[in-house]
């Protein structure tokens, strides 16, 4: 792609600069972009380069019929693992990948995938169950991770160790705090509010 002049801006600060903290679609961003003679792109480039800010995990996508509407990360939003590794990190490291591990298939229902689990900071062997591959490839089909690109090879795995208080614990407190639902000392809501 030759060189453009993107109102001075490299393509990424561009493309966040329309979004500002609203999504726009495909067509919304590009109409914008070319608005202005010094800063065409073509449609398919623009289209590849915000899957890679996907990918990066710079943009969110979301499917709104008929398009896709892209939608800028917040910096200080932290994703799911980020948030479940911080919430085990004072614990053992021997049990912390089994505690996330059991956290995450609890949460989304399926085997974890490696790359899932360092995403929330766990590296290095865990207790657990590795599926083989003729199960990997079938859950590999079957779902699609935003942001994450697994590896072909990599393993997915499902716990043998269950943690079921420390999961409604966890996920407790990461609603607690997205809600900010005031609690005391001993785990109590202090304060009903419009939450309801």
Do not use: C
Not at 47 to 69: F, H, Q
Not at 123 to 147: F, H, Q, S, V, Y
Not at 182 to 193: F, S
């Amino acid at each position: 792609m030759p060189p453009n002049n993107f109102k001075g801006m490299i393509l990424k600060d561009r493309i966040l600069d329309i979004l500002g903290g609203d999504g726009k679609s495909i067509s919304d961003i590009y109409k914008e972009i070319n608005m202005d003679e010094e800063s065409k792109i073509h449609r398919l480039a623009l289209t590849g380069y915000l899957w890679a800010l996907t990918d990066m995990n710079i943009l969110r996508e979301k499917y709104v019929k008929p398009s896709k509407i892209y939608y800028p990360v917040r910096r200080d939003e932290k994703t799911i693992y980020e948030v479940v590794g911080e919430q085990v990190a004072g614990d053992p490291q021997d049990k912390r990948g089994e505690e996330v591990l059991y956290i995450l298939y609890t949460l989304f229902e399926r085997p974890i995938f490696e790359v899932e689990l360092e995403k929330a900071g766990i590296t290095g062997n865990i207790r657990a169950k590795r599926l083989d591959k003729k199960e990997r490839k079938k859950l590999m089909a079957k779902i699609t991770l935003k942001g994450i690109r697994i590896p072909p090879d990599d393993d997915a795995y499902v716990p043998v160790t269950s943690y079921p208080a420390l999961a409604l614990r966890v996920l407790s407190r990461i609603i607690s705090e997205n809600y900010e639902i005031k609690r005391d000392n001993n785990g109590i809501q202090k304060e009903l509010d419009s939450m309801l």
